[in-house]
């Protein structure tokens, strides 16, 4: 029997975002700073419109100070941003697919 899907991580994404989580791209959330972007992925806007990364792994602001969002320039040092790399406890919604298998 051929493995299955894993389930949609999140309901709220839209489906093309949960699909691009299977191309082999990783996103490591850095503490006190941005998501870095490794692998195979694609960065589109909102609307699907193509956003050169320029190189192959990328830093995304996620203090939402940044100049050239979605990019990071570095500010969230300057702005005091922390955050931790690893959630402090489990999502609400990973609490409801464990439940649902
Ligand atoms: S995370 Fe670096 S500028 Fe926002």
Do not use: H, N, Q, Y
């Given at each position: 029997m051929p493995p299955s899907l894993p389930?949609?991580?999140?309901?709220?994404?839209?489906e093309d975002d949960v699909l691009a989580g299977s191309t082999g791209a990783t996103i490591t959330p850095y503490r006190d700073g941005p998501l870095i972007v490794r692998g195979d992925f694609r960065l589109v806007d909102q609307d699907g419109g193509e956003i050169d990364?320029?190189?192959?792994t990328v830093a995304l602001c996620?203090?939402?100070?940044?100049?050239?969002k979605p990019f990071c320039d570095g500010t969230h040092k300057r702005s005091g941003f922390t955050a931790p790399s690893a959630p402090a406890r489990p999502r609400p919604a990973a609490r409801i697919l464990h439940e649902g298998r």
């Open positions: 389930a949609r991580p999140d309901p709220d994404l839209p990364p320029g190189r192959d996620r203090c939402g100070k940044s100049g050239i």
